[in-house]
């Protein structure tokens, strides 16, 4: 016993001391002389960059940089020494766009990276893509053929290891578009007997386990999150790393030159009958469901919004998917750059296939209000086409750029992002 204390022992210790490895001594600032990053056409943005070692500029820093039109730079330069430790150079574009400064700074064999992204007019960008003749068509009866024909047979299995006093917890699964095609999900619901709000979280890419949101549920609200894949998620990570890398692999590619078999028309097809199942649940008030997610899960957002009316509010985050084939035209396009990296294989079937499920598509459809999030350093999800899908959408809507984010969130971006979809749908 005492040998089992003293490795538990020696085991948190390690664990605590590896937690505190955090960040690093180099910094490479790349700021913008203007707050917001936001300019007139025609107008330079002055880009300023600083090496920094233990927030003191670093003198005789070596960098690469490259700059120009996102995801088109076109001015690149190796080995620049910076006397001083810092650098300051100009952009400017003609038209609405996005201008980004990439910088690497390379120290004791190590590279440092920094970015800023200037916006040249974005509210006025517009998205690239065409819509499909028959796209209400080919939704309309994808959604009609799937709730005709294939009932939800919807399970609800209580988890007792992750339910508190004020919520239980479920695994839940129900029917997509075919007989045993099945959606999971972790479904969070108040103990307290009543009528609740849903909030109801779509994923973004990757496959992976749920928990549930159990915080939010407790505030008073039905939680439903739900996995694409067809699998149970709650399973061990091992199992979910095995068909991320294996089976799912590069699994947005599936099938993508047949608007019918592509692989995210089952999973759109799903995303929209979990409004059904909400609906179905004798605990929603019968008002109020506020659809949520990020990068895929952010397209996912406005493809069931724009599919199902019964969504009352959606706050999309950083959204993939949108504006598919604007790089045929060599402006950014969304993730997963379709047509972006191989300029041989922009297969005509595949170009026609993706633009029924291209974000923007969806988006012109969208009534109810909303909520738009995203940062001018992603270079995941280019802030071109979230700014083009956001201007298309004509109904109520806020956007709230985070310039200085990459593909991931602030504290008080996901702050806000809560706080405005919960007061929508009047949760305290």
């Known amino acids: 016993m005492k040998r089992l204390t003293l490795l538990s022992f020696l085991l948190s210790l390690f664990t605590i001391s590896f937690a505190q ?78 201008y980004r400064l990439t910088v690497n700074a390379k120290v004791g064999g190590n590279t440092y990276e920094g970015m800023a992204t200037a916006a ?19 939704w309309s009866k994808a959604l009609k053929d799937a709730r005709d024909n294939v009932p939800l047979e919807s399970t609800r299995r209580l988890l007792p290891e992750y339910c508190t006093d004020k919520v239980n917890v479920y695994e839940i699964s129900y029917q997509t578009n075919r007989w045993d095609s099945r959606f999971y ?46 699998v149970p998620v709650t399973n061990k990570d091992s199992f979910y790393k095995y068909l991320q890398n294996g089976p799912l692999y590069n699994y947005w590619t599936f099938q993508n030159n047949n608007k ?32 949520l997610g990020s990068s895929q899960g952010g397209w996912l957002t406005i493809a069931t919004t724009a599919l199902d009316k019964r969504v009352s509010c959606y706050a999309p985050v950083h959204a993939a ?23 041989n294989s922009r297969d005509p079937k595949v170009i026609e296939t993706v633009k029924y499920y291209d974000g923007v598509n969806f988006a012109k459809r969208i009534t109810q209000p909303g909520w738009f999030s995203f940062g001018y350093n992603d270079d995941v999800v280019p802030p071109t086409t979230c700014w083009a899908t956001y201007n298309i959408v004509s109904g109520p ?24 979809i919960t007061k929508q749908m009047g949760i305290k």
Not at 198 to 223: E, F, L, N, T
């Open 120 to 138: 040249f007019e974005p509210e006025k960008l517009q998205p690239q893509t065409d819509c499909p003749k028959d796209f209400d068509e080919f």
């Open 321 to 343: 998917l949108c504006d598919h084939t604007a790089s045929l035209k060599n402006i950014a396009c969304g993730w997963p750059h379709y047509f972006y990296y191989d300029k």
């Open 185 to 230: 999900g972790i479904l969070c619901v108040p103990t307290k007997p009543g009528k609740y709000p849903c909030m109801y979280k779509v994923p973004g890419a990757g496959c992976r386990a749920y928990y549930g949101d159990v915080y939010q549920a407790s505030r008073g609200c039905i939680v439903l999150e739900v996995g694409i894949h067809g």
């Open 21 to 98: 490895i955090r960040g690093n001594e180099i910094e490479v600032l790349v700021t913008l002389d203007r707050e917001g990053w936001t300019y007139k056409c025609g107008e330079q943005a002055k880009f300023q960059v600083q090496v920094l070692k233990s927030g003191a500029l670093l003198k005789g820093a070596v960098i690469d940089y490259k700059m120009g039109t996102e995801m088109y730079e076109n001015i690149e330069k190796k080995d620049v020494v910076l006397k001083d430790g810092t650098l300051s150079l100009k952009g400017t574009m003609k038209t609405p766009g996005f």
């Open 397 to 420: 809507k806020e956007i709230h750029p985070y310039v200085k984010t990459k593909h991931f969130w602030y504290q008080e971006q996901y702050d806000e992002w809560l706080g405005w």
């Open 260 to 291: 019918d078999e592509f692989y995210y028309k089952r999973v759109i097809i799903g995303a929209v009958r979990g409004i059904d199942y909400i609906a179905s649940l004798p605990e929603w008030d019968g008002k109020n469901i506020g659809v």
